[in-house]
């Protein structure tokens, strides 16, 4: 399983919408309101690597209201 934090900046009127919708996508396995330079960290569970882009693309990235998104992919564990 590979594992990818996406820390993604909102417009501040639609955080709770954004979150809502980030909650109820396949793909995500845990999303949580932060403080600091970004406003939601989505956690990112897929079975392979090549998964995450689509994630990320058209089912993150569509949502109204996100400004942007940083990710950072995990490595997966070494001898597993």
Known sequence: MI???VLIVVDPAKTIDVFA???A???IAEVY???GPY???AVV?????TDVPAV???HIRAVDG???TTTCVTFPEAGV
Do not use: R, Y
């Open 45 to 49: 569970e897929v079975p392979t690597l």
């Open 25 to 27: 996508v396949d793909g």
């Open 39 to 41: 406003d939601i960290v």
């Open 56 to 58: 990320i693309s058209k």
């Open 3 to 5: 594992k990818a934090f």
């Open 21 to 23: 919708k980030l909650s």
């Open 66 to 68: 996100i400004e942007s």
């Open 33 to 35: 309101q932060v403080m």
